[in-house]
């Protein structure tokens, strides 16, 4: 179904991605279907080394740096076989990508090849209780320890963080005091899952099962070594990390529609209704074509978003967020018609396009409420007609 030809080195990445989706599809169904991590289904990963897109050249990686282009095929291709397999390849990105653009020479050297190779499972704990799109509110804090010669203590607690459960390291956000008074920073942590006082458990069973975890930090005490990047610098990072794995987002939302659309087009082909194919029938065929029209302009979207923040992660934003909110939407819109092409079999539990369809909604929510995504979105959209109307002369 592509209509948009990409340049040779990412065609060999999908056909490599390609090949890991063919090793994960007899087990694809249990995986997808559990809220523990799948070995098989790690193992098929590591074994790809596709891990290695996730880091710079300098620390094990593909390419001199993350290639967000090369993140959105893989995770294309990934989401249409396993949602598992997507969010083991795509977390190892959102956990490790702040080390990659901010750690130090040691924190770099003692993770990023491990998070290449998949030995080391990232997570990035942003979102708490009750913090969620609004991260300005989290209670997360770090504190210097008092006569520790700079040494630091974090509490606090994370919730619905993807492979908590799993994880090497926390990428964490947390706000701190600041020196002399004023408003408090927010600055990065890298805490080691292993650490003193960091505990996690499961977090609520949800629609499409997903491995994740609650992580509580009680008295965690961190060298200053554990700080990922400039004190008062967490949100700048946390932007650029979004600005990349948003537009990848995207990527997942087109594979899971171009797998719902082939299941529900076999179907309407071969199933008859009335005497002729349903895809004879006017408004299946309505139903399809729109579909594909969803698709297709959501990959160029997607495409063009990740091409933009290859170049410029953090400026990048706003397009990110544009193809992730577009993507996710439409996403939801396609598979919901082709649950309707299918009829009485795309409500069987446990098939392809009920696990779609649930697959679908939660896409909507994280990294980005679609709510979230529009006010930003729109403000973008006002400045730079406002800038646009200041330069010609036409503003008021």
């Given amino acids: 179904m ?24 007899g087990f694809a169904l249990e995986a997808d279907e559990s809220s523990e991590l799948h070995p098989p289904t790690l193992a098929a990963l590591r074994d790809s080394g596709l891990c290695g897109l996730m880091v710079p050249a300098a620390h094990g990686g593909r390419f001199e740096r993350v290639d967000p ?3 959105c095929v893989v995770r294309e291709v990934f989401m249409k076989a396993s949602a598992h397999l997507d969010a083991l390849f ?8 702040p080390i990659s ?36 509110s989290i209670t997360t804090a770090l504190r210097p320890e ?25 990428t964490t956000l947390v706000r701190e005091p600041a020196p002399g008074g004023g408003d408090d920073l927010y600055s990065l942590v890298l805490v080691p899952a292993g650490a003193e006082g960091v505990s996690v458990r499961p977090s609520p069973e949800i629609t499409a099962p997903h491995v994740l975890g609650e992580v509580t930090f009680e008295a965690v005490r961190l060298g200053p070594e554990h700080r990922l990047g400039a004190p008062g610098r967490g949100f700048a990072h946390v932007l650029a990390t979004l600005a990349i794995f948003r537009a990848s987002v995207a990527g997942a939302a087109v594979g899971l529609m171009e797998g719902a659309l082939e299941v529900a087009a076999a179907h309407a082909a071969a199933r008859r209704q009335f ?117 010609d002369g036409t503003a008021d």
């Fill in 101 to 136: 653009a901010a750690g130090s020479a040691e924190q770099c050297r003692r993770w990023l090849p491990k998070v290449a190779t998949g030995e080391a499972l990232a997570a990035l704990a942003l979102t708490e209780p009750e913090a969620g799109s609004d991260l300005k």
């Fill in 146 to 170: 008092s006569g520790a010669g700079g040494s630091l203590v974090l509490e606090g607690a994370k919730s619905f963080i993807s492979n908590a459960p799993v994880a090497a390291f926390f």
């Fill in 2 to 25: 592509t209509i948009f030809e990409l340049p040779p080195v990412y065609r060999d990445i999908r056909a490599e991605a390609g090949a890991v989706a063919a090793a994960v599809a």
């Fill in 275 to 391: 005497g002729r194919p349903l895809v004879r029938l006017g408004p299946v065929a309505a139903l399809l074509a729109d579909s594909w029209a969803d698709l297709e302009s959501s990959r160029l979207l997607a495409y063009r978003a990740a091409d933009a923040a290859r170049e410029d992660p953090a400026g990048s934003l706003d397009y990110s967020s544009l193809a992730k909110l577009a993507a996710t939407e439409a996403a939801c819109r396609v598979v919901d018609r082709c649950v309707q092409v299918m009829g009485r079999w795309g409500l069987v539990r446990g098939s392809r396009i009920e696990q779609y369809y649930r697959q679908a909604r939660p896409m909507r929510i994280y990294e980005g409420a679609s709510e979230v995504l529009r006010l930003g979105i729109a403000n973008r959209l006002c400045r730079d007609i406002v800038a646009a109307e200041a330069t």
């Fill in 90 to 97: 795509a977390l190892q990105g959102i956990g490790a990508y």
């Fill in 69 to 71: 282009l090369a993140v």
